[in-house]
Nanobody, 124 residues
Framework: QVQLKESGGGLAQAGGSLRLACVASGRTVSRSAMGWFRQAPGKEREFVAVIDWNGSGTDYADSVKGRFTISRDNTENTVVLQMNSLKPEDTSVYYC?????????????????WGQGTQVTVSS
């Protein structure tokens, strides 16, 4: 079993930055793509970003491209989402996710584990 624990959520002003971190524990396997989804009240959960198992490939939702950066440190079993130039529409609960696969191309359909989520609120 794998546990994913997010941290770093909170309140930011529009234009500001937040850094989310997700630490994997338990039966961890480094050869897994990991990423982030988010869900705002009354909306469906949506994909945000993904990074493949060795960090060489990434993908982002169009809404966050150029503003968010995903990275990982397999020695620490950690994936980080650096969020810059935040907008009020980024307000959501952000979920860390781990795929059953190694690469970004099939990530959205192969999530195997979820974190419990961390709230991000951006004020205008």
């Amino acid at each position: 079993q794998v546990q994913l624990k997010e941290s770093g959520g909170g309140l930011a002003q529009a234009g500001g930055s937040l850094r989310l971190a997700c630490v994997a524990s338990g039966r961890t396997v480094s050869r897994s793509a990991m990423g982030w989804f988010r869900q705002a009240p009354g909306k469906e959960r949506e994909f945000v970003a993904v990074i493949d198992w060795n960090g060489s490939g990434t993908d982002y939702a169009d809404s966050v491209k150029g503003r968010f950066t995903i990275s990982r440190d397999n020695t620490e079993n950690t994936v980080v989402l650096q969020m810059n130039s935040l907008k009020p529409e980024d307000t959501s609960v952000y979920y860390c996710a781990r795929s059953s696969g190694a690469y970004v191309y099939n990530f959205r359909r192969s999530v195997q584990y979820w974190g419990q989520g961390t709230q991000v609120t951006v004020s205008s």
